[in-house]
C-alpha cells in the first residue's frame, strides 16, 4: 500500500508554467515496483488521462499535453513531477497522482486501473 501527497498547484496565466510533486509513502525497492500517472479532473467531466510512467521509466503523455508537460520520477526521494509549461486555460482542474503495480501498456491510461490516489491539487490557468 502506498499513499499520495501532491504539492505545487496554482494560479498562473497562460502560458506559464507550473511544477507539481507527488510524494510517495513508499520507500526504496517499494516505490520502484510502483508505475504512476497523473490525472485531471474538471467538474462534469470524465477524469482525463495527463502523463504516466511505469515502473521501468517509459513515459505516455495524453495529446493534449505532449511536447508542453514532462513526468518524470526520483526513485531516491520517492517523488514524482509533472513539469507544466506554455500552460492554456483548458489545463484547469484538480490535478490527482495516482499509482499502482499492475500498469502495462494496455491500460496506462485508465484511471479505473490505478488503485491509490492522492487527494489532488489545484491548477487554474487563467486567459
Known amino acids: 500500500q502506498v499513499t499520495l501527497v501532491e504539492s505545487g498547484g496554482g494560479l498562473v496565466q497562460a502560458g506559464g508554467s507550473l511544477s507539481l510533486s507527488c510524494a510517495a509513502s513508499?520507500?526504496?525497492?517499494?516505490?520502484?515496483?510502483?508505475?504512476f500517472g497523473w490525472f485531471r479532473r474538471v467538474p462534469g467531466k470524465e477524469t482525463e488521462f495527463v502523463t504516466a510512467?511505469?515502473?521501468?521509466?517509459?513515459?505516455y503523455y495524453a495529446d493534449s499535453v505532449r511536447g508542453r508537460f514532462t513526468i518524470s520520477r526520483d526513485n531516491a526521494r520517492n517523488r514524482v513531477y509533472l513539469q507544466m509549461n506554455s500552460l492554456k486555460p483548458e489545463d484547469t482542474g484538480a490535478y490527482y497522482c495516482?499509482?499502482?503495480?499492475?500498469?502495462?501498456?494496455?491500460?496506462?491510461?485508465?484511471?479505473?486501473?490505478?488503485?491509490?490516489w492522492g487527494q489532488g491539487t489545484q491548477v487554474t490557468v487563467s486567459s
Open positions: 510512467i511505469r515502473l521501468n521509466s517509459q513515459l
Open positions: 495516482a499509482a499502482d503495480r499492475s500498469i502495462d501498456v494496455s491500460n496506462i491510461r485508465d484511471p479505473q486501473a490505478y488503485d491509490y
Open positions: 513508499a520507500a526504496g525497492p517499494t516505490f520502484r515496483t510502483y508505475s
